[in-house]
């Protein structure tokens, strides 16, 4: 008897159709059963091949099927193991890890209160909620199929893109809702906020067929230079920086022929940018900015605006291993609720602690790289290398300023300090990742989708 079977010839056996039956209903990944039962018929047609050569082609195709069936196991277990290797998975320890840098910032943020009651006094009660907030989306983002995301990635990209434009045009950046010391929903934290609205956005929009195959200067002059443009009129520089650096390695990272337009149309962009920068009117309103910059270049020629990063250097060079007691006060200090939380720490808590904090951030940003890597499905991967850019860039940033090599900026620790709506857009992108690590071994390989 000539080999005579293909897969699709051994799925119109009814034993075959029963053993695939009984095999898929443990799975509850519905999305896998079409690849499990390929699985299985290959592994079918291989014993189909032997039982043929063994008998030498003289027992009839029914019987050489039944006998490959047989020779596969029990249905009900191969359904069991099936079933755990394409169960939903959890990181425990980017969750413990989430949970302890939680933990830290609240501690800071009662210490800064006992230690600053003049000026704050309610800064772990307001925390509190917006960590709630950020909790209720990071378990909704947990659940949710990432991949729906999808669809919402043109309202996503136009409407922060839409509120930006309209952020242009108001007088005044006045409070929209608040609840006492609360302040909720300002345009200055939207503003803040929008990177993660406009990236998540323009990931999904890249992963569309038609714009995987745009040019590369459609592209970036769409998703990196007209976000940043609307940000700069916005006088929102810490945004855009990290919005800048974000979209760009995107873009870059889609396709490694991308490395040197995307390089060369950045460097030709700063030439207008600084002009534009350079212009009085915003010379005025970037004066902070401006005046931070030039202290940190020039500390001998400006002894004034480096009079604030010789007060870091000193708070954390004086406060030893130990620092100089929970909750202590430091009057020099200023912004010791957010931007200089590392600081304050360090000061109150000693060196040990800082180093210990340092150490648990980057366990957690190395968690999020390791995971982005883990990842198989192309839209969840770019989403997670999404997400670790935000985190790596204000981190960075951050601890570089506390060290004393950047300049102050207005960049937060994830998780820790008084972040505002910024706690709420961390926790869900920690959501966010979370989830799409989740639903990894729910969804077929790429190459048979």
């Not at 929009?205 to 592209?219: D, V």
């Not at 609307?230 to 390695?249: E, F, G, K, R, W």
């Not at 198989?376 to 997670?384: F, N, Q, S, V, W």
Request: proline share 5%; charged share 15%; net charge neutral.
């Amino acid at each position: 008897m000539d080999s005579f079977m293909t897969l699709t010839n051994l799925k119109d056996y009814e034993c075959v159709q029963r053993f695939l039956r009984e095999v898929c209903r443990p799975i509850r990944a519905r999305e896998m059963h079409q690849q499990v039962e390929w699985e299985l018929l290959s592994h079918l047609d291989e014993t189909v091949a032997q039982l043929q050569a063994d008998a030498g082609h003289e027992l009839p195709e029914e019987e050489v099927v039944l006998r490959a069936v047989e020779r596969m196991g029990d249905p009900a277990e191969l359904g069991k193991q099936f079933h755990r290797a394409h169960k939903p998975r959890t990181d425990w320890l980017l969750l413990a890890l989430l949970a302890l840098l939680t933990v830290i910032g609240s501690v800071a943020m009662y210490a800064v209160d006992i230690a600053e009651p003049r000026f704050y006094g309610y800064l772990l009660r307001n925390d509190g909620w917006f960590t709630l907030v950020g909790g209720a989306l990071l378990i909704l983002l947990y659940f949710t199929d990432y991949r729906k995301l999808h669809i919402l990635s043109w309202p996503l990209f136009g409407g922060a893109a839409a509120f930006l434009l309209y952020a242009i045009a108001l007088p005044e950046k006045q409070v929209y809702l608040h609840w006492e010391q609360l302040r909720l929903f300002t345009p200055e934290q939207l503003i803040h906020v929008s990177p993660y609205l406009l990236l998540a956005g323009m990931i999904g929009i890249l992963h569309t067929s038609k714009w995987n195959r745009a040019p590369i200067w459609k592209m970036w002059l769409l998703f990196t230079a007209l976000p940043c443009l609307l940000l700069l009129l916005n006088l929102s520089l810490i945004p855009l920086l990290l919005y800048a650096v974000a979209s760009s390695a995107i873009l870059i990272r889609g396709s490694r022929r991308n490395l040197f337009p995307v390089a060369g149309l950045s460097i030709l962009s700063a030439v207008p940018f600084l002009l534009f920068v350079n212009t009085a009117y915003f010379q005025v309103r970037f004066d902070t900015y401006f005046f931070r910059l030039n202290s940190f270049l020039h500390p001998n020629r400006n002894p004034d605006g480096n009079f604030y990063n010789q007060l870091i250097q000193t708070a954390i060079h004086d406060s030893g291993w130990l620092g100089k007691g929970f909750a202590s006060s430091n009057p020099n200090m200023f912004a010791s609720a957010n931007e200089l939380i590392l600081t304050y720490l360090i000061h109150s808590m000693g060196w040990a602690a800082g180093l210990a904090i340092c150490a648990a951030i980057l366990l957690f940003l190395y968690r999020l790289a390791a995971i982005s890597l883990a990842i198989r499905d192309p839209y969840g991967k770019t989403l997670a290398r999404g997400i670790l850019l935000l985190f790596i860039v204000p981190t960075a940033w951050n601890i570089g300023m506390t060290l004393g090599l950047l300049p102050i900026g207005g960049l937060f620790l994830p998780f820790i300090g008084y972040g505002g709506l910024h706690t709420v857009a961390e926790m869900s992108m920690a959501g966010l990742i979370l989830g799409i690590y989740r639903r990894q071994p729910m969804i077929p390989a790429p190459q048979q989708m």
